[in-house]
């Protein structure tokens, strides 16, 4: 390598460096802060930024306020319904538009890609009235509703099946394999990175979702962590030690998921060709 390339790559990861430590900052900050009284927490002083005292309160306020193990419980049940109808759903509708030939199947996906993007704020209303109509306001499948088909996933899974051979289909169709057979016994398998990667997707968003559980769930027994977190920021005042602690245990199931799958949440990505 001369010396031109060589420092060429100095730059690019000197580069990559700079933007992985900016972006762990407010993750730092979080953790800081969790730790601090509040009148250190609200200081104005920039280069105090360890607390003098490491202090427990703040986690031992939030958990006698907040019943963490009944959150973690209805995040978790809306992230594996949610999951599981996303992979389903995307899944089949992934393999109909990347391999099929049928009519209308330029207008359908047409439709698909409108949907990804228009804001998601906009659909909330007639979902709204679709949940409430039926009685189902402060429910599980309330909150699983807007979940049950993506658009995001069905584009992901159209990706990954459009980046398969086509001898494959041939030689199933040779051995006698009907489509559904071909589908569920060859292509399906194939594509398993582009699910998981599609798993981990739906389960950041529906963790990290706010404004609809806001809307369609006010009873604290059937909130998820991101709507819980949010009634702890008062209109006047805010105890950021407690919100920040609140938050540090919020994520722990979300590190937990991306450390357990994030070989094939890579593999996922670098296949379909997808993104955050």
């Known amino acids: 390598m001369d010396k031109s390339r060589k420092i060429r790559a100095g730059l690019i990861y000197l580069i990559l460096g700079i933007g ?15 730790f601090k009284s509040t009148s250190e927490a609200t200081q104005m002083n920039p280069f105090i930024i360890f607390p003098t005292v490491w202090r427990k309160d703040a986690f031992h ?10 959150l973690y419980w209805n995040t978790l049940v809306l992230i594996a319904e949610r999951v599981l109808c996303a992979v389903l759903t995307a899944t089949m509708a992934g393999y109909a538009f990347g391999r099929l030939h049928f009519k209308g ?10 949907q990804m993007m228009v804001p998601s704020q906009i659909f909330i209303i007639p979902q709204y009235l679709m949940v409430s109509r039926r009685g189902m306001l402060n429910t599980a499948f309330g909150l699983l509703f807007p979940g049950l088909v993506t658009a995001f ?8 099946y459009m980046g398969l051979p086509d001898s494959l289909e ?22 398993k990175s582009s699910m998981v990667a599609l798993g981990i997707f739906t389960a950041l968003f529906a963790f990290k979702e706010l404004m609809w559980p806001l809307v369609v769930n006010t009873e604290q027994n059937t909130m998820p962590l991101s709507a819980a977190l949010a009634k702890l920021q008062g209109q006047f005042v ?11 245990l919020a994520c722990i199931p ?17 296949t379909s060709g997808g993104k955050l």
């Open 20 to 34: 992985s430590v900016i972006m762990l900052v407010p993750f730092v900050w979080m953790i800081l802060t969790a």
């Open 61 to 70: 306020s939030v958990m006698s306020k907040m019943n963490f193990l009944r």
């Open 105 to 114: 199947k330029n207008l359908a996906f047409s439709l698909v890609l409108f």
């Open 153 to 160: 996933g069905t584009f992901l899974l159209r990706q990954a």
């Open 170 to 191: 041939e030689a199933a169709r040779l051995d006698g394999c009907s489509i559904g057979q071909t589908f569920l016994y060859v292509m399906a398998p194939l594509t």
């Open 238 to 248: 805010t105890n950021y030690p407690e919100l920040m602690a609140a938050s540090l």
């Open 254 to 270: 979300m590190i937990i998921i991306y450390l357990i799958f994030q070989k094939q949440f890579m593999e996922g990505i670098a």
